[in-house]
């Protein structure tokens, strides 16, 4: 199974970015998806989560109204696009894959290597 996430960079504050993660290996369409991110000297955090046919989707207080996750099942990709971005979102983005429907790390069974957003002022 590999997750890859890409679409990181730098960025204004104010501006936006797209984020994807490619799943293969797995049965994607069966898995509920969730995006998660470390700042530096922080723990990782609970970004957002959609369930597997989209019918559910969740978000971190933090970047309600901001971010939108969506996911494409023929693709096998998950996408995470930030708006009105904030220095404060600096960090390294992660993708995960969960059988379940929980917004702890712990529930999610595959992970992405990571892309860095930095978030300038």
């Known amino acids: 199974v590999q997750l890859q996430a890409f679409g990181g960079g730098l960025v204004q504050a104010g501006g936006s970015l797209r984020l994807s993660c490619a799943a293969s290996?797995?049965?994607?369409?069966?898995?509920?998806m969730g995006w998660f991110r470390q700042a530096p000297g922080k723990e990782r955090e609970f970004v957002a989560r959609?369930?597997?046919?989209?019918?559910?989707?969740d978000y971190a207080d933090s970047v309600k109204g901001r971010f939108t996750i969506s996911r494409d099942n023929a693709k096998n990709t998950v996408y995470l696009q930030m708006s009105s971005l904030k220095p404060e979102d600096t960090a390294v983005y992660y993708c995960?894959?969960?059988?379940?429907?929980?917004?702890?790390?712990?529930?999610?069974?595959?992970w992405g290597q990571g892309t860095l957003v930095t978030v300038s002022s």
């Open positions: 290996g797995l049965t994607f369409s069966r898995y509920n």
């Open positions: 959609i369930m597997c046919a989209s019918a559910l989707k």
């Open positions: 995960a894959a969960s059988l379940g429907w929980s917004s702890h790390e712990t529930a999610y069974i595959y």
